[in-house]
């Protein structure tokens, strides 16, 4: 119950630390505890063997010392596994709720860029594994290699923007800047993305790279009218 309490107030980086600390020291007792378990054995073999009631006294209390030495190795194992579960537990409970928020703005802007096509992001486990799934309105999940190439590219974007939102709740946002982000995005899914970029540039200076010029032409038609365009002329052309 300590732990618990104990693990409910400490901060990410102290607790993997810590549990860094502890896997070493579960490493130590793991090596330690076949030479005490060496050690009783020795003590009951020489006790078997001793008739004399002097060097069987002492061959017994060699047995019981060895006894309490593996029993202390024992419950300092126990004790430390146990911390080192619960330190995990706390921060994989810490990770679950801090994804929520990220994950239901991604799921909000995923849905946004797709068009509807998928409703939320969501996380499933394959043995014990996270993995990254989109949701289609019908409950069908499809996970990311089930999706084609532009639904990936636009997953990717959701929770890149929805990270950045997160990211500028907390500290001033550096600009985001995308290249060629829209490759493998249809006009339809390239213009909702655009519209999401636009919101985003609420928040933070957004730069985008294009080589293509219907992409531009397409970004001139949704972008706000104060959004500036400037044409970079290759070296063979200059």
Not at 108 to 114: D, E, G, R, Y
Not at 202 to 220: I, N, P, Y
């Amino acid at each position: 119950a300590d732990l618990q309490l104990e693990s409910k107030g400490a901060d990410l980086d102290a607790t993997i630390a810590s549990i860094t600390e502890l896997e070493e020291e579960i490493a130590a007792l793991e090596s330690e505890f076949p030479e005490r378990r060496d050690a009783l054995t020795t003590a009951e073999s020489e006790l078997t063997g001793i008739g004399e009631h002097g060097e069987a006294a002492r061959s017994e209390w060699d047995r019981q010392q060895a006894l309490a030495d593996l029993g202390d190795v024992a419950e300092r194992y126990v004790r430390t596994a146990t911390a080192s579960a619960l330190l995990r537990w706390s921060i994989d409970r810490f990770r679950i709720q801090n994804q929520k928020p990220l994950l239901d703005r991604a799921s909000i802007l995923f849905a946004l860029i797709t068009g509807g096509s998928f409703e939320r992001v969501v996380i499933e486990y394959d043995d014990d594994q996270p993995m990254l799934a989109g949701r289609r309105p019908g409950g069908e999940l499809i996970s990311l290699e089930g999706m084609s190439s532009g639904s990936r590219d636009q997953l990717f974007l959701a929770l890149r923007l929805a990270a950045v939102e997160e990211y500028a709740t907390k500290a001033s946002a550096m600009p985001f800047i995308g290249d060629d982000l829209f490759i493998r995005h249809d006009k339809s899914r390239a213009r909702e993305a655009l519209t999401a970029l636009t919101n985003l540039s609420k928040t933070c200076q957004v730069v985008l790279f294009s080589h293509d010029e219907a992409f531009v032409g397409l970004a001139r038609e949704v972008l706000p009218k104060d959004a500036n365009f400037i044409e970079i002329e290759s070296a063979s052309s200059a």
